[in-house]
């Protein structure tokens, strides 16, 4: 007997979902410190440029593959592809989502441990962000803090995967992804009012070239992956809940709209309340954890813009780790046979396991240094600088160069006939940012990350 596999309850379902995986850490915490680093509004707009023509030609690709094929990515690529070379593509994405998960669930569990000290009054009357970072500093040298968190945040998300396609993620986003607009309005809301906000809109309006260089754009071109969740067959394993009869190429474009909204709105909300403090603009990593608390705390009511914040945080994690769960249970599930819920208590539980040492990185095990780095370090740098943008490469490829051009178009005019009918021209131009653009750009990075250019 075949099992009929899950798929989404709608179209909005998945487009919910499918942000929630894009909308994470990633646009919250990290995509306002790099731009921070890297001279604001210029930087922001080379990020912009990457995205559009790498990220959407490339993200169409990968919910095509999955769409088509109705499968994880191992799955996916064999049913398309003759050689092993390709299946082995789709297992270097189920291994990147066990290793990114690994370690995003410790950051993830952080936001957590967040929520609950500005509960506890902990995160106010700092006099500096030097106090703050001392918190900081405390929490997460804390062994049973760090581990307790960690094990907390993979706890929630392996109890919405548990619950399967409709019942857990595409719920679970229909709830978070509202809460989470309205948290970022009301934050933006508080940011433009303070007195000197407006000197934070200018760092992200005006720009400043002599910030960018050649590392500047790279670090761009990296993040763009990033954010958009690409590169580990996540996206692919969302479109393959798809109905053949959605519009790849209008999801898609909806996805890349709203989380380079939700990036931008993010960096609104954080720089005008960073700017009206004075406080430093690029303070990188820390931003988040150590500046923002020392700026809420010079805020009338700021105790509750912090737990909203930190909430924010949580919740856009939460919804990018379970999508990085779903490609490895949806990998047991459709080539092994496992039930869902062998499949996450199993490999979820594989996962939390490798993020203990993650978890320690930062206090237990914060001298134990391979090729001077953490194992927290190690795992994130294979994971997204190598084995993400590896990934984005080989699907431009694969969908440019080895699948056939015509079952491709044809794959992909499936559900946006309309579209391709008003816009003769986009097939030609997606197809020359597959085959071309995005190939090159990316294996610059590629090799930029390696450290040869
Ligand atoms: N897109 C997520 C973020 O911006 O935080 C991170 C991510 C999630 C990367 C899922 C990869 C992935 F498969």
């Not at 989502?97 to 569990?109: A, E, N």
Request: hydrophobic share 55%.
């Amino acid at each position: 007997m075949t099992k009929i596999r899950e798929a989404w309850g709608s179209r909005f379902g998945f487009i919910l979902a499918a942000a929630g995986s894009a909308v994470g850490l990633g646009n919250i915490w990290k995509f306002p410190y790099i731009a921070g680093e890297n001279g604001g509004a210029a930087f922001i707009f080379i990020y912009l440029v990457c995205i559009a023509i790498i990220g959407f030609p490339v993200l169409i690709a990968e919910v095509l593959i999955g769409r088509t094929t109705q499968r994880n990515p191992v799955g996916a690529f064999s049913a398309l592809a003759k050689s092993k070379l390709w299946v082995s593509v789709g297992f270097l994405g189920v291994i990147a989502g066990f290793m990114i998960l690994s370690f995003y669930s410790v950051i993830g569990g952080w936001t957590l441990g967040y929520v609950v000290e500005t509960l506890k009054g902990s995160l106010s009357n700092f006099q500096s962000p030097d106090e703050a970072g001392t918190l900081f500093g405390s929490l997460v040298g804390n062994v049973s803090w760090g581990l307790g968190f960690h094990t907390l945040f993979f706890a929630m998300v392996m109890g919405i995967v548990i619950r399967g396609v409709q019942g857990g993620i595409e719920r679970s986003s229909k709830i978070m992804m509202p809460i989470l607009v309205s948290i970022l309005v009301i934050l933006i809301i508080r940011g433009v009012t303070l007195d000197g906000a407006s000197e934070g809109l200018a760092f992200l309006w005006v720009p400043d070239w002599s910030k960018i260089n050649g590392q500047a754009i790279l670090i761009a071109l990296g993040h763009a992956f990033f954010t958009l969740s690409l590169g580990m067959g996540a996206m692919l394993t969302y479109g393959s809940y798809m109905s053949k009869k959605d519009s790849v190429i209008s999801s898609s474009a909806q996805i890349v709209f709203l989380d380079t909204l939700i990036a931008i709105m993010a960096g609104v909300a954080i720089f005008t309340a960073v700017f009206a403090s004075g406080l430093d603009p690029a303070a990188g990593p820390g931003l988040i954890f150590q500046t923002l608390p020392a700026v809420f705390s010079t805020m009338p009511g700021g105790t509750y813009f912090s737990f909203l914040f930190f909430l924010l945080l949580a919740i856009a994690a939460l919804t990018s780790a379970i999508s990085l769960l779903e490609v490895v249970v949806a990998y047991f599930v459709d080539e092994k046979g496992w039930n869902r819920k062998g499949a996450v208590l199993i490999f979820g539980g594989s996962i939390f396991l490798l993020g203990v040492p993650s978890a320690l990185s930062f206090n237990l095990l914060a001298d134990a240094k391979i090729f001077d780095k953490t194992f927290f370090d190690v795992v994130d740098f294979l994971a997204s600088n190598v084995l993400l943008p590896f990934g984005g490469l080989m699907i431009a490829v694969f969908v440019g160069w080895i699948w056939s051009t015509t079952a491709v178009l044809e794959a992909v005019k499936e559900g946006a006939e309309e579209l391709f009918e008003s816009y003769p021209w986009f097939e030609g131009i997606w197809m020359l940012f597959l085959k071309f653009v995005a190939p090159i750009l990316i294996t610059l990075v590629l090799l930029n990350s390696l450290g040869i250019v």
